[in-house]
């Protein structure tokens, strides 16, 4: 009787290795476990280096209407010349690139620059000295 169950145990043994040895292939999204992690797992301020940031470079101020304004002193500031009764003062620099007005209204207005004495460079900024201003004459008494 021993014969019988010592071959039912090798028969049940050898059939657990056959069976085993013909496993289906794992799927290709699977990967085999590796001793190292992959690289997109770990962080990327591990991988590398930390970089010094470079400010953007200081460029000169530019209001809406897109003109150089940037000045450094009030003989750098002059009327806006592409505008009749200009309220902006912009430099040198970049009066010289615009086309100035040909015909102007002959209206006064007490808060344009009309030359450069109206101009002053505030802040590095060129700036009308005449906003606000209101008419110098005295009214009735």
């Known amino acids: 009787m021993k014969l019988p169950k010592t071959l039912a145990l090798i028969t049940a043994i050898s059939l657990l290795i056959i069976s085993g040895c013909n ?3 794992p799927p290709s999204s699977v990967s085999p476990p590796s001793a190292t992690p992959p690289a997109a ?3 990327p301020s591990i991988l590398t280096p930390p970089t010094a940031v470079t400010p953007p470079p200081i460029s000169p101020v530019t209001p809406p209407g897109g003109k150089l304004v ?4 009030d003989s ?3 009327p806006n010349p592409s505008i009749c009764h200009p309220h902006e003062c912009v430099t040198k620099t970049a009066a010289a690139g615009m086309t100035p007005v040909e015909i102007c209204t002959m209206m006064f207005d007490y808060q344009a620059a009309y030359s450069p004495e109206d101009c002053t460079c505030d802040l590095g900024i060129c ?3 005449n906003l606000g201003r209101t008419s110098e004459v005295p009214g009735p008494q």
Request: charged fraction near 25%; glycine fraction near 0%.
């Open 41 to 43: 797992a770990t962080p």
């Open 76 to 78: 750098d500031c002059v």
């Open 127 to 129: 700036k009308d000295k």
């Open 70 to 73: 940037a000045c450094n002193a």
């Open 23 to 25: 496993l289906p292939a």
